[in-house]
């Protein structure tokens, strides 16, 4: 399968929204995200529980998907607002936005609003993402 | 941790990880996240990187697992982060992952635990350094006991 055409920085401006991403937690993935991280809590598979970062792997994949940053780009900060407990089954749909961009004498940095929403329409997490572009 | 018996300058349960290329490479494949920098050896080795480095979200993934640790349910219904990547992590990589609780302040019905958390290797550089924040319904945990 060929690879999706990537969005190129120089296109980016504010309030562009990326195409929505969607993934299903299922228990095989979610298994697979604890074991990645060696997280050892017991408290998620008792109560079939996914990590609220697991979703943010997913919507961070979702925006490195999308757009063709140069190299050299550095991921500086990230902020995220965990809203409502993510449960095995649960089916996430994840959104990006550039919120910022700024290019001004050799500065040039980039924030992208992160939010994703679970199968029913509600947001389980907000966050926003800065980049450091070369 | 009781909502009850949490104390300004108390530390959070810390942990240490060594960070592996194996582990980056299961990483990768959960998070579907194959960018070379961090599963190729020879193309980080032409990158200003000089090797390959962790994905940022695995290594704030531990931090989270301390937050979860100390917190439970509330941090992930009621959990925020604010941080900063100072470094990247490399394989071979020992991680000290830390916190402390800052702040107690009440708002009406919510109590707000703010905590600074860093992410330090073996040469105590750091690695993340930010906040996190958790947030109680004062009257649901009282009830809970939490």
Known sequence: MAEPVKIEYFQLMVGFEFPPQSYSLDPASVELYLQATRDNAEFYRDGNLVP?????????????????LPAGTIHVSQELDFLKTLKIGDYITCCSKVSRKVDRGGLRLMNIDITVINQNAEIVLTGKVGFLLP | MKLTEIQIG???PGRVKLITQDEINLYARASRDF??????????????AKGTIAH?????AYVSQMMTEAFEESWLSGGSFNIRFKAPARPADLLTIQGKVEEIEKQGLQTQIVCSVICSN???????TGEAVVRFNNVEEMKDGH
């Open chain 1, 52 to 68: 609220p970062m697991a979703a943010t792997a997913y919507a961070m994949t979702s925006l490195s998907q999308a757009v063709a």
């Open chain 2, 10 to 12: 108390q530390n959070l």
């Open chain 2, 35 to 48: 960018n070379p920098i961090h599963i190729d050896p020879v193309f980080a080795m032409q990158t200003a």
């Open chain 2, 56 to 60: 940022g979200m695995l290594v704030l």
């Open chain 2, 122 to 128: 073996q040469n105590n550089e750091a690695n993340i």
